[in-house]
T-cell receptor, first 115, second 113 residues
């Protein structure tokens, strides 16, 4: 079974500093996508960044970047220059092996950005 | 505006009283899913649909039903809700079944007393 693990239930960072959220996953697939979703207090699920497993280059989106280590099955999210609006729960996810549109999510990490 | 809508956003009900949560998308997506979100468990797929009249169970389907009579709509039905179905529910849609961004609705907070 495919699994995603986020081992940090809660984290905090000072405004303008950098923080890294950890994620590990387990899959037997060779071709898959990895995602980070942000869930602010509004509860809306917002896609932050995604990574194609067959691409070695780490994905970046403005202040957000990932460190993708395929052999280690690790997919961490780095947030640079943290802003108060980054306060949210962050979920790591991967798509399933079957063609169902399913995403397999981690448990989530609550990030608090402090002024 | 491309979006997934859900109604209601909040619902408090009692055990055994049938309810339906509606979901609609305007992006002509083939795939639609329902997830429930519980603390410490992340989001788990309840049911999915690959197209009109094609639905199947996800990881936690017990106590739920779905239907897909039109491409844009994918309602979630709880025929006899129980307190363990108290949760936050999300509908999602995507163009393809794999390697494709999913678009989520705003969520429905359900409390079953």
């Amino acid at each position: 079974a495919q699994t995603v693990t986020q081992s940090q239930p809660e984290m905090s960072v000072q405004e303008a500093e950098t923080v890294t959220l950890s994620c590990t996953y387990d899959t037997s697939e060779n071709n898959y996508y990895l995602f980070w979703y942000k869930q602010p207090p509004s509860r809306q699920m917002i896609l932050v960044i995604r990574q194609e497993a067959y691409k070695q280059q780490n994905a970046t989106e403005n202040r957000f970047s990932v460190n993708f280590q395929k052999a280690a099955k690790s997919f961490s999210l780095k947030i640079s220059d943290s802003q108060l609006g980054d306060t949210a729960m962050y979920f790591c996810a991967t798509d399933g092996s079957s063609n169902t549109g399913k995403l397999i999510f981690g448990q989530g990490t609550t990030l608090q950005v402090k002024p | 505006e491309a979006q997934v809508t859900q109604n209601p956003r909040y619902l408090i009900t009692v055990t055994g009283k049938k309810l339906t949560v509606t979901c609609s998308q305007n992006m002509n997506h083939e795939y639609m899913s329902w997830y429930r979100q519980d603390p410490g468990l992340g989001l788990r797929q309840i049911y999915y649909s690959m197209n009109v009249e094609v639905t199947d169970k996800g990881d936690v389907p017990e106590g739920y039903k779905v239907s897909r009579k039109e491409k844009r709509n994918f309602p979630l039905i709880l025929e006899s809700p129980s307190p363990n179905q108290t949760s936050l529910y999300f509908c999602a849609s995507s163009f393809a079944g794999r390697n494709n961004e999913q678009f989520f609705g705003p969520g429905t907070r359900l409390t079953v007393l």
